[in-house]
């Protein structure tokens, strides 16, 4: 069965873990260096992008992530995102293995949560309703990075550059399974 980790330091690792077993994956809850091994993806979670690289750190994990990003499909959803990402607005990068700026909180605070029908390059079926939570946005996407989904004013919410996937959404709060079974797909 193919085995997909899940970045299990914070957050919301155990959404995603259920979903990959809802695609017919096994999850890997992923919490030092070791646990990569024999992986064909992994998915940082939504949670908290500065707490998770501070976790990451000291468990070793930031080097080993990178390496992982590297080679094989990694896909951060929310802070996970903002974690893949180059760079970060005014800030310093986590990882910086995805040619993406990104603006954490673009949308204001918890209380601006909010839902919207989004129609995602490569995902069939029709709009995909997507869970926007202290939601980063993506400023900027190099050369080598295909705008997935964009809001209707143009701000990007999804990317993909090669093997490389961010969403400034929450597929893991919802029940549709689509975005999951795309991230399978290019684990495959």
């Known amino acids: 069965m193919l085995k997909i980790g899940v970045l299990a330091l914070q957050g919301d690792f155990a959404?995603?873990?259920h979903m990959l077993r809802q695609?017919?994956?096994q999850p890997v809850e992923?919490?030092?260096?070791?646990?990569?091994?024999?992986?064909?993806g992994l998915i940082i979670p939504g949670g908290e992008s500065t707490t998770i690289a501070r976790l990451a750190l000291s468990a070793g994990l930031l080097e080993?992530?990178?390496?992982?990003?590297?080679?094989y499909p990694t896909w951060g959803t929310c802070a996970g995102a903002i974690f893949l990402a180059?760079?970060?607005?005014?800030?310093?990068?986590?990882?910086?293995?995805?040619?993406?700026?990104?603006?954490?909180n673009a949308f204001g605070r918890q209380i601006n949560s909010f839902t919207q029908p989004l129609a995602i390059n490569g995902i069939g079926g029709g709009d995909y309703c997507a869970v926007?939570?202290?939601?980063?946005?993506?400023?900027e996407a190099g050369p080598q990075v295909d705008v997935l989904?964009?809001?209707?004013?143009?701000?990007?919410?999804?990317?993909?550059?090669?093997?490389?996937?961010?969403s400034a959404f929450h597929p893991e709060l919802t029940a549709d399974t689509r975005m999951h079974a795309y991230f399978v797909r290019l684990c495959q």
Do not use: K, S
């Not at 992923?30 to 064909?40: D, F, S």
């Not at 080993?64 to 080679?71: K, N, V, Y």
């Open 15 to 17: 959404e995603h873990a």
């Open 23 to 25: 695609v017919g994956v």
């Open 30 to 40: 992923v919490r030092q260096p070791a646990h990569l091994t024999e992986l064909r």
């Open 64 to 71: 080993p992530l990178r390496d992982f990003a590297a080679t």
């Open 86 to 104: 180059r760079r970060i607005r005014g800030e310093a990068a986590h990882l910086g293995v995805m040619d993406i700026v990104v603006e954490r």
């Open 132 to 139: 926007f939570i202290r939601a980063p946005v993506i400023r």
């Open 149 to 166: 989904a964009r809001l209707d004013d143009g701000r990007i919410v999804a990317a993909q550059q090669g093997h490389l996937l961010a």
